[in-house]
């Protein structure tokens, strides 16, 4: 096959696939991931970073599905759906300051909810079975692992670890404060070394829930600062979050000791030559003589010259993964319509007409919600007042 030319038969069974990735081909298909900075600190689970920080569509969603793919059996996923639910158990005025008797339960539930979590999923694998009466402090926590999932266990902690504070009773309340680091000595001696052990813990997708009020902020400022307690307390258990970047920048507003966390992130920073790359692995993956990823797909597919439709899409996109992915997949889907062999300038204007209409009116939405939301804090103020 000449290096610049597709055939119309190929161009036209080319796709580009979902630009959310929990739709995407990358769910089974791991060839099409392409090999980031921060899927190489994803990989690192003795020593990297736990915090994994994005704007929308930059593909944290995609990092979790590459390693559940590399790590089928070391890799469980949550999805914590509390964040709008933190009036409850959240008083405003204190619990934001870390260091305080509420802030540090809700540090300490966290920890102790997602320890639970994977001695669960052990168990669920055949790794683990409960000794009935040896007085270990993982049998003393069996029902709270068996008989609750994930957010009902931690509100059910939540509601136990608050009471001691409101009660008084500062004893029972320093025993449940400690209680996660005894679990997670007996979850390392448990773990004894054993790769096959190692539990790598995802938590994703937590603006599904989110209500961008200061309480919900607290709730993930407490699960950060846990997931950095975890791995400070046992090798056997590896966390991992992903978050928006609007998000993180609230959470450090509010955290008097984000320092601590911001030597834990990782920014999910896309180049050209990363994006051209996305791009060039899903044109080559239906084709039989396949092309080089060094900017030759590009040149197949597309009739502009190279370098300035890349700038055109990049930059117009921002450099989000997901935009790339929209714009093109348009674009060619324009150009396939028009049975031709490659990308063409009008078929980009045409495209970028189309995603531009699509983006303002997701733009209109996203206001009217931060309108919507301007408008509840405005009204507490003013009841408060």
């Known amino acids: 096959m000449p290096t610049n030319l597709v055939s119309k038969q190929m161009f036209g069974k080319a796709k580009l696939g979902q630009s959310f990735a929990e739709h995407d081909l990358i769910r089974t298909n791991s060839k099409l991931f392409v090999e980031t900075p921060a899927i190489r600190a994803a990989q690192d689970l003795a020593e990297g970073k736990p915090f994994f920080i994005g704007r929308r569509g930059t593909g944290k969603t995609a990092i979790t599905f590459f390693l559940r793919n590399k790590y089928p059996k070391n890799t469980l996923l949550l999805i914590p759906k509390l964040l709008s639910s933190a009036d409850a158990f959240i008083s405003f005025d204190g619990d934001q300051r870390v260091r305080q008797k509420p802030f540090n339960t ?55 670890g608050f009471d001691y504070i409101n009660s008084g009773n500062a004893k029972e309340w320093l025993k449940f404060r400690n209680r996660p680091e005894k679990i997670a000595a007996e979850i390392t001696k448990e773990y004894a070394d054993q790769s096959r052990m190692r539990q790598i813990v995802l938590i994703d997708r937590l603006d599904d829930e989110w209500d961008e009020s200061d309480k919900a902020v607290v709730l993930v400022m407490a699960l950060l600062h846990a997931c950095n307690e975890i791995r400070a307390i046992t090798p056997a258990v590896r966390p991992m979050v992903f978050l928006r970047e609007n998000v993180f920048d609230r959470v450090r507003k509010l955290d008097s000791e984000f320092s601590r966390l911001e030597t834990s992130l990782v920014s999910l920073d896309w180049t050209r030559e990363l994006l051209r790359e ?19 797909t590009w040149r197949a597919f597309f009739a502009e010259d190279s370098s300035s439709s890349q700038n055109r899409v990049f930059s117009y996109c921002q450099y989000r993964p997901r935009d790339v992915l929209l714009y093109v997949s348009t674009a060619l889907g324009i150009a396939q319509s028009h049975q031709q062999n490659q990308i063409e300038g009008k078929d980009l204007d045409e495209a970028q007409k189309s995603f531009s209409e699509n983006r303002l009116k997701e733009l209109a939405d996203e206001y009217a919600d931060n309108r919507s939301e301007e408008r509840r804090v405005g009204k507490e103020c003013r009841s408060r007042w």
Do not use: P
């Open 278 to 296: 996305l791009i060039e692995r899903r044109l080559n993956d239906g084709l039989i003589s396949k092309f080089s990823l060094d900017g030759s």
């Open 106 to 160: 809700l540090v300490s539930c966290f920890v102790r909810a997602i320890l639970d979590e994977a001695v669960l999923e052990w168990k669920r694998q055949g790794l683990f079975s409960f000794r009935s009466a040896d007085g270990s402090e993982l049998t003393k926590e069996r029902n709270l692992i068996e008989d609750y999932e994930f957010d009902l266990r931690l509100l059910h902690l939540i509601e136990k």
